[in-house]
């Protein structure tokens, strides 16, 4: 029943938004982001959507006008890169305390300064205390993919937290890439009627959005926030099962990738995971054990998931796309060693790479996978941070 | 075709090779082939040197590293030869296919390199010619299907009817099918 598709990253994002056709839609340009909301303004010139497109004249703007859509009752959606979420800050804290299940893919660029346009992950990874739940995509597949559950994430009735869909800028957002594409009445119909719980357009039952929350209730309103976090594990699991029915393609917050047995093992993110795939195969056919488990879901973390599929793991590498100035390692590494507090036996190593759209070549991931071997017999070595691709 | 076709673009911004190396991945889709196609910017301006990359390959392609190693480079701008590494990491058995007025002879000893197999087509000159701009980068498809087989012709050209259908006059489009079919015809191998 699928449509095969050839799409950019983002031209795949939009794609899924005009099948979703959210009520409001707020847009504002950063590169490499801008091509999505380029092919939706289309959609929308071109009549293929309903939804009210509103031109905001900067990201804050952006993030504010979603905020109201969706306090309002409406299903509303943005975009956005790097400098421009970061504009926003304020209101993604908001967005997310008010429980307000927005959806916003984040084409990820490398926050400034000196000014870079190409891919890392420090926008997002700023982004991971904001109450966001966060769901990364190796490629335009998953863009789509993760884009339209996303929507049914956000809205789950004990989760109604706000969603960031992010894929690596150019890596992605610019690649034009095969994938299979789902029907337009068969996404309406999964995605459905959003029926909000409280709107500020009900006025049989009046609600109030924001108000002053002082030393009275506020700290029990971040506990609530912080039990929606733990319910959204299960919606993006249901969700992803749903999925799975619909399209027979399959969903976790975690992928693993010939793991089973495998003693070595890459951890990563984004597009990256799929070239490591790619090295893990022909390091199979070398009679080497080498694996990955890809986080697709950073937020929330799964850690006893990550403790139980590394548990075989001799040597195990955690390749972060960002930098966490004066921390032991990258956000995502720091994590992981969290998750594995008390596991022995498991040597950890952390490379940080690929900053400013750096290329991570077969050939680097290859080095990574041999670093291991060496880990695997000799454990946790005394420079567990190390950078992947760089001149010194 | 090997399992994995690797192609690599260098022009300069301006030149179309961001399109050009979207369109013959476009192209390889729509025959049910899998494929990548995209550019690998520097800063974006009129005349810098950029490069693009196509994938082609009959099953799913997970990569997403630039290309280090095609077996094919197509050239849209012969200054280039002086100051980008356009060989770099081809093997011998590689084409490249070039832009230019000058013979292949000439290309192979700028270059200075052994083995590979040198086309070359006056891109630029039917460019001006049939579609009256100086954009190269269709004539270089149609010379890159005649050089490599990689695809058929028609299915580029249906593509870029499909793709230029809309927001451009009619007489462009048919100015970039007859460049292209020009150049699949007047290209050289050495």
Redesign the interface.
């Known amino acids: 029943m699928g449509r095969?598709l050839?799409l950019?990253g983002n031209d795949a994002a939009a794609e899924a938004m005009r099948q979703i056709d959210p009520d409001v839609v707020a847009a504002f340009p950063i590169t490499p982001q801008t091509e999505l909301m380029h092919k939706f303004a289309e959609h929308v010139a071109d009549g293929d959507v309903k939804a009210e497109f509103v031109l905001v004249e900067s990201e804050h703007s952006a993030m504010s006008a979603t905020v109201g859509a969706a306090a309002a009752g409406a299903r509303a959606m943005t975009a956005t890169s790097a400098n421009g979420l970061a504009l926003m800050w304020e209101i993604v804290y908001i967005a997310a305390s008010y429980r307000l299940p927005i959806v916003m893919p984040v084409v990820n660029r490398a926050l400034s300064g000196p000014i870079n346009?190409?891919c890392d992950h420090s926008d997002t990874m700023g982004c991971r205390d904001t109450g966001w739940i966060q769901l990364y995509s190796?490629?335009a597949q998953e863009v789509y993919d993760n884009v339209i559950q996303a929507v049914r994430i956000a809205e789950t009735p004990d989760v109604l937290l706000p969603v960031m869909v992010t894929f690596?800028g150019?890596?992605?957002s610019?690649?034009?890439?095969?994938l299979d594409g789902l029907e337009d009445n068969v996404v309406k119909k999964w995605v459905g009627e959003y029926k909000p719980k409280y709107s500020l357009l009900d006025t049989d039952q009046p609600m109030t959005f924001g108000p002053l929350d002082l030393q009275d209730y506020y700290f029990e309103h971040k506990r609530q926030q912080v039990e929606a976090m733990r319910n959204a594990r299960a919606a993006v699991k249901e969700v992803g099962k749903l999925f799975d029915e619909l399209s027979g393609r399959s969903y976790d917050m975690l992928e693993a990738y010939r793991l089973d047995d495998a003693e070595l093992v890459i951890m990563a993110l984004g597009?990256?995971a799929?070239?490591t795939?790619?090295v893990i195969d022909e390091l199979r056919a070398e009679g080497t054990a080498a694996g990955l488990l890809k986080i697709r879901c950073f937020r929330p973390f799964p850690e006893l998931e990550i403790a139980e599929s590394l548990k075989n793991a001799k040597a195990v590498a955690v390749l972060d796309r960002s930098v966490s100035f004066g921390a032991p390692g990258g956000p995502v590494h720091k994590e992981i060693r969290a998750a594995l507090f008390g596991s022995s036996g498991v040597g950890l190593v952390n490379y940080i790479y690929g900053l400013g759209g750096r290329?991570?070549?077969?050939d680097h991931i290859r080095s990574v996978f041999k670093d291991l071997e060496t880990i695997a017999v000799k454990g946790t070595p005394t420079d567990n941070i190390r950078f992947l691709g760089l001149r010194e | 075709m090997p399992e994995m076709l690797e192609i690599r673009w260098h022009g300069r911004g301006g030149q179309g090779a961001k399109t050009a190396s979207l369109l013959l991945a476009e192209a390889a889709a729509m025959e049910g082939k899998y494929s990548q196609g995209f550019p690998d910017y520097g800063p974006e301006r009129m005349g810098a040197p950029m490069r693009g990359f196509t994938r082609i390959s009959a099953g799913p392609i997970r990569v997403h590293c630039a290309v280090y190693s095609p077996s094919i480079v197509v050239v849209l701008d012969d200054t280039l030869l002086s100051t980008a590494d356009v060989a770099s990491g081809t093997p011998e058995d590689a084409i490249m296919i070039v832009n230019t007025v000058r013979s292949a002879g000439d290309v192979r000893a700028e270059l200075k390199l052994k083995g590979r197999k040198i086309f070359t087509i006056d891109a630029t000159g039917i460019a001006i010619e049939e579609i009256g701009r100086p954009i190269p980068n269709s004539p270089m498809l149609g010379a890159l299907i005649k050089a490599s087989g990689v695809l058929s012709l028609e299915a580029v050209i249906d593509q870029i009817k499909k793709k230029f259908s809309h927001g451009f006059r009619p007489e462009v489009l048919e100015g970039n099918v007859r460049a292209i079919r020009r150049a699949y015809e007047e290209v050289e191998e050495e």
Do not use: P, Y
């Open positions: 095969r050839i950019t346009i190409h190796e490629n690596d150019f890596i992605l610019h690649t034009a890439e095969v597009s990256t799929g070239t795939k790619v290329d991570v070549s077969m």
